[in-house]
């Protein structure tokens, strides 16, 4: 097992080293994907069974999933997933739905009234990786929320295996969360039929869903192209802060989901008891020796580190510096510590509330910002899969006041014609004609 490194007691001037997210060499990415996407752009459906056969093995006849292949999957999931899907899939409702705002009018002066309305984007679409595990509950994240926010198609991309077929509880779960269209496409084409639309594959306004970091490269190229994305996302991470009562095995635990996850993905432990950080690693390899994914596992934990620090403000300072897509806080006081974590995608609070459950069933959405993104980004929510559009209605009375307010600044901007604008219709009103109201 790979050595996790401790530090203990780092100064300030040390933390870069701490902060560091796993590098990985990109080499000729960004090239590699501008290509691909051009070629999808050109050749439509094309080049996508081209790079399917290239990159996924597969040679695809159909590129869009039947109804009956949908029926035989949904047929292979057992009832036992099926009962934990439907739960997931209403906490995850409750959760979204009460995100929604309704509209307010709002008179800011006499006669002047302005108001906003939340619209669903009108066709999005869903990346949904295949690749060393069937996320299933990546459906769930994106589609359910989408559908609340009033989107009026969803469509939603996957990679097959090589024998053409996706696995049945992504089909499963993408039926019961009310996906209109699935495509058998992984990877940057994916992306770039999304993107720009082919014969079998329509363009959509927004594109949601993580990925290896060719995906997000293809995400963040296509905003190029006026396709928006959900966030910039890298590989996956948490933070644990932990005290001297938290539980050695639970730490543990919660350091391995995240490795898990893959070679590029980090754990760091912040903690002030020096006992706690020297056994942690002893626990850990206890542990993942019992896990099956252990190659990603030491991969992971090769940048991983515990880290002593006694000052709470410090451990703080540190948290926030570091903006993890995860935050798990194992302390007595979570709740009352963690009211000052400004930069986190989600936290965890208390001994019994593991990372796990935001990634499948509590209700929060696990699509995070990474890489330190959660400094300004939000993870993925009922907002993300709307417009907010303005509207304003003013009475013949509310431009008299408001008028004269208007001109003085379109005057100071020197622009006439914006003045003019408000001027005629005053003129109009104090010629005597006022034949419009409010609602």
């Not at 290239?54 to 099926?82: C, H, R, Y």
């Not at 459950?357 to 929510?381: F, I, K, Q, W």
Request: glycine share 8%; aromatic share 6%; net charge negative.
């Amino acid at each position: 097992m790979v050595k996790i490194k401790i530090y203990d007691t780092p100064p300030r001037g040390e933390w870069a080293d701490i902060l560091a997210r796993p590098r990985i060499d990109s080499g000729d990415l960004s090239r590699v994907v501008a290509d691909i996407l051009e070629a999808v752009r050109r050749e439509g459906d094309e080049a996508l069974r081209r790079y399917e056969r290239q990159f996924d093995g597969v040679e695809l006849s159909d590129i869009q999933v039947t109804p009956a292949e949908i029926e035989a999957a949904a047929a292979a999931v057992p009832n036992a997933l099926k009962r934990a899907i439907g739960l997931a899939m209403e906490n995850i409702g409750k959760f979204h739905a009460s995100q929604a705002i309704g509209v307010k009018r709002v008179q800011t002066s006499p006669g002047v009234w302005c108001w906003q309305k939340a619209v669903g984007i009108e066709r999005v679409g869903l990346y949904v990786p295949g690749g060393t595990a069937p996320l299933f509950s990546t459906v769930l994240m994106l589609a359910v929320p989408a559908r609340l926010a009033g989107c009026r198609e969803v469509v939603m991309c996957t990679p097959p295996n090589r024998e053409g077929q996706i696995a049945p509880a992504i089909l499963y779960a993408a039926r019961e969360a009310g996906v209109d269209r699935i495509f058998k496409l992984g990877g940057v084409q994916a992306v770039g039929a999304m993107a720009f639309g082919t014969a079998s594959v329509p363009s959509v306004g927004k594109i949601f869903g993580p990925g290896n970091r060719y995906v997000m490269e293809a995400k963040q190229q296509v905003q190029l192209c006026g396709v928006a994305i959900d966030m910039p996302a890298g590989p996956s991470e948490v933070m644990l802060v932990a005290d001297a009562e938290a539980d050695l095995r639970f730490l543990a635990a919660d350091f391995l989901s995240q490795a898990e996850h893959g070679a590029d993905s980090q754990s760091i432990l912040v903690t002030g008891c020096r006992d706690l950080a020297r056994r942690l690693p002893a626990e850990i390899e206890r542990q993942a020796a019992l896990l099956p994914r252990r190659e990603w596992i030491e991969r992971s934990l090769a940048h991983s580190s515990i880290v002593v620090i006694e000052d709470d403000d410090a451990q703080l300072d540190l948290v926030n510096a570091y903006a993890p897509e995860h935050l798990i806080v194992h302390r007595a006081d979570a709740e009352a510590w963690a009211e000052r974590v400004v930069n986190a995608g989600s936290v965890f609070l208390g001994y019994y509330t593991p990372e796990s459950a935001g990634d499948y069933a509590s209700g929060t959405n696990h699509t995070l910002p990474t890489s330190g993104y959660a400094r300004a980004y939000s993870g993925v929510n009922l907002d993300s899969f709307t417009r907010k559009i303005t509207f304003q209605h003013i009475s013949p009375e509310g431009l008299r006041g408001l008028g004269p307010v208007i001109e003085t600044m379109a005057t100071a901007e020197q622009l006439e014609a914006h003045r003019q604008a408000v001027a005629v219709r005053l003129q109009t009103l104090n010629n005597g004609n006022d034949n419009d109201t409010v609602e």
